[in-house]
């Protein structure tokens, strides 16, 4: 066998074993876990500071507050959207917000990528959607991370909205009831 050869075959493989994880937590909704009290801030500096080890530019303005969420759902849901910054967000500062309000807590993640035109900011959260089809699974993904999230947002009594961020790319708010 010809090295090229294995090293695309091991590629296929791993692209395969990410969309197959993909689909479980699709499907799971990861629903099993037991909501409980979330610290919203300090797993923002967490994920923040994960960011930061591959090189992102990332800063937290978090307020104090408190979510009823399951944990790690609610971190791979951060995780997905702050992963989707970087990924077209350049190397541009990527900030992640978070406030309590009468309503809930709101959770925003900005970067100032490219954004997403209007026409498409609702379709982006369909299963396999990708707004370039060109994009290959290296460079954008399975086109499932914003799926789970939303689904992960919605089991939860939230949800996640999109739209243009003031500082020149998307934001990207979630919204978990009080």
Known sequence: PEPALIERLDKDVEEMNRLVGDMLDLARGLGREAPREVEVGPLLE???ARARETG???VVAAQPCVAIAAPHALRR????LLANAQRYGGRATIELQA?????????GVL?????????????????????D??????SGGTGLGLAISRDIAM???GDIILDDSPLGGLRAILMIPA
């Open 111 to 131: 970067d100032r990528g490219p954004g997403i035109p209007p026409e498409q900011l609702e379709a982006v959260f369909r299963p396999f959607y990708r707004l």
């Open 46 to 48: 967490e994920l923040a």
């Open 133 to 138: 089809s060109a994009r290959n699974v290296d």
């Open 155 to 157: 089991s939860h009594g």
């Open 99 to 107: 406030q309590r309000g009468d309503d809930g807590v709101r959770v």
């Open 56 to 58: 992102a530019a990332v």
């Open 77 to 80: 849901l951060l995780g997905n």
